[in-house]
């Protein structure tokens, strides 16, 4: 027999050089949903996009990658 399962949805974020993980609030949600979620909490993401997902270890990985440069 055949078994589907989902696997989970893991979404990373790099803030201020500090690599974040952040978990799944609602598998339900569209990635671009949780990144507004979470933009409440991490400003840096209000001018994020969401990247492609990618699996690793048994979870579905995004990254949200912040759309600002570096003032130099």
Known sequence: ???A???ERVFLLKDKGQHITLYDP???WSPQAVLNFYANT???LTTA???TP???ADT???K???LMGTKG
């Open 1 to 3: 027999m055949l078994v």
């Open 5 to 7: 399962t989902q696997l």
């Open 26 to 28: 609602n598998p339900q």
């Open 42 to 44: 991490y400003p840096i």
């Open 49 to 51: 996009k969401v990247s």
């Open 54 to 56: 990618k699996i690793k």
């Open 60 to 62: 579905v990985q995004y």
């Open 64 to 66: 949200f990658e912040t």
